[in-house]
């Protein structure tokens, strides 16, 4: 159980083109979900935080207007990083909070991870 | 600001034992969670400590001590197969997580 499916898994395109990152709960309801950006041989940054239903939360420094989060269901966000450069090549990964989450003892659950790469 | 310490590499063979500390310094502290990441690969979740003293999931375990800052993962009978980053991370009060900055562990045959 709760899985959760991140896709694409891998994307290279060229400079200036938009990506859309899916991120969908499998087999639970979520009501939050994390994007996070990592580079290599370092640590997670967490990007923005995705809830149903409203706007995300962005960490200072994330640009909101590069990095748009939908998060229209239960079940589903989604990243998509508009006009991309070469400087946002990086591995974004999804997470996701079950609904009925007590606060603290209950894990989040990754997605598999986007490598995104720009040419 | 949120602050988490670890050792940046720790290196064993297999069969032994290792631990990796994790201390830190956050404002609404709720407990503190291990991760475990192989490379190119997404983290998959190994523990979680709410309350002080000691979880055992198999042949991993976690302590922690809230009023030291400090908690660390145990990991025992060491496999080749347990070379990956590990990364502890703190969850906040309003449901955010913190992530250390990971111990690269290299397990020698």
């Known amino acids: 159980g709760a899985v959760v499916s991140q896709h694409p898994s891998r994307v290279i395109c060229k400079s200036g083109t938009s990506v859309k990152i899916e991120c969908r709960s499998l087999?639970?309801?979520?009501?939050?979900m994390f994007w996070y950006r990592q580079f290599p041989k370092k640590s997670l940054m967490l990007m923005a935080t995705?809830?149903?239903?409203?706007?995300?939360?962005?960490e200072q420094g994330v640009e909101k207007d590069k990095f748009l989060i939908n998060h229209a269901s239960l079940t589903l966000s989604t990243l998509t990083v508009t006009s991309a450069h070469p400087e946002d090549s990086s591995f974004y990964i999804c997470?996701?909070?079950?609904?009925?989450?007590?606060?603290?003892?209950?894990?989040?659950?990754f997605g598999d991870g986007t490598r995104l790469s720009i040419l | 600001g949120q602050s988490l310490e670890q050792p940046s590499e720790v290196t064993a063979v297999e069969g032994a034992i290792v631990q990796i500390n994790c201390t830190y310094q956050?404002?609404?502290?709720?407990?503190l969670s291990w991760y475990q990441q192989h490379d190119g690969g997404a983290p998959t979740f190994l523990s979680y400590?709410?309350?002080?003293g000691l979880e055992e999931t198999g042949r991993f375990s976690s302590f922690l001590s809230r009023s030291d800052s400090y908690g660390y993962l145990l990991l025992q009978e060491l496999q080749m197969k347990d070379s990956a980053s590990y990364f502890c991370?703190?969850?906040?009060?309003?449901?955010?997580?913190?992530f250390g900055p990971g111990t690269r562990l290299s397990v020698l045959p």
């Open positions: 087999d639970f309801q979520a009501t939050t």
């Open positions: 991370a703190v969850s906040l009060y309003g449901q955010n997580f913190v």
């Open positions: 956050t404002s609404g502290f709720y407990g």
């Open positions: 997470s996701a909070l079950p609904i009925e989450r007590t606060v603290g003892n209950q894990p989040q659950h």
């Open positions: 400590n709410g309350l002080d």
């Open positions: 995705s809830n149903e239903g409203s706007k995300a939360t962005y």
